[in-house]
T-cell receptor, first 116, second 117 residues
Framework: DGGITQSPKYLFRKEGQNVTLSCEQN?????MYWYRQDPGQGLRLIYY???????QKGDIAEGYSVSREKKESFPLTVTSAQKNPTAFYLC???????????????FGDGTRLSIL | AQTVTQSQPEMSVQEAETVTLSCTYD???????LFWYKQPPSRQMILVIR??????QNATENRFSVNFQKAAKSFSLKISDSQLGDAAMYFC??????????????FGTGTLLAVQP
């Protein structure tokens, strides 16, 4: 079955350390996204990418970086510059609009990042 | 700016009963898309139902239906014959096209639904 795979499920970061969250999709979707979810809040967009080697900042990109070297993969690096990284991170993907109809986003199972 | 408001932080329903979750949004656009996502304890975000603003007919997916009131900017979700597996956090979301294949979802803060046996 096609889907979005995020790994690891749980991740711990030490002070000053960069960590990378993996996101892989086999849905043949063009666009991929990273969201952050904090308790009591909805999701907020970190970065998004429409095609390989292209990505754009979302609403809360500071302290994060991404790459899109393959259509199927969109890893997120949480850098030491992100001072409050503890959150639940969700990766999503969507395909090109069908005609004029925008397509919904489909989500992975998420990664919970905590600070040691 | 587009905003999404869910005014009910928590709701409870008896098994087999019907419950309605509220959502309002603010936009100056005339053509847009609205979604309800479900997030169970496993934390995966699952698409429940979608509504295109240009469609007057309310969307329906099995036991899930919406009441879309465009003039009032209201988008409520009705769950009929509630089941224990419906217990989850429900998020209302508004889609903003970003160009090409990409779009952006603006989420509400969610409604936690409990289903009582």
């Amino acid at each position: 079955d096609g889907g979005i795979t995020q790994s690891p499920k749980y991740l711990f970061r030490k002070e000053g350390q960069n960590v990378t969250l993996s996101c892989e999709q086999n849905l043949n979707h063009d666009a991929m996204y990273w969201y952050r979810q904090d308790p009591g809040q909805g999701l907020r967009l970190i970065y998004y990418s429409q095609i390989v080697n292209d990505f754009q900042k979302g609403d809360i990109a500071e302290g994060y970086s991404v790459s899109r070297e393959k259509k199927e993969s969109f890893p997120l690096t949480v850098t030491s510059a992100q001072k409050n990284p503890t959150a639940f991170y969700l990766c999503a993907s969507s395909k090109f609009p069908t005609g004029e109809v925008n397509q919904p986003q489909h989500f992975g199972d998420g990664t919970r990042l905590s600070i040691l | 700016a587009q905003t999404v408001t869910q005014s009910q932080p928590e709701m409870s329903v008896q098994e087999a009963e019907t419950v309605t979750l509220s959502c309002t949004y603010d936009t100056s656009e005339s053509d847009y898309y609205l979604f309800w996502y479900k997030q169970p304890p496993s934390r995966q975000m699952i698409l429940v139902i979608r509504q295109e603003a240009y469609k007057q007919q309310n969307a329906t997916e099995n036991r899930f239906s919406v009441n879309f009131q465009k003039a009032a900017k209201s988008f409520s979700l009705k769950i009929s014959d509630s089941q224990l597996g419906d217990a989850a956090m429900y998020f209302c979301a508004y889609l903003i096209p970003l160009g090409g294949a990409t779009n952006k979802l603006i989420f509400g803060t969610g409604t936690l639904l409990a289903v009582q046996p």
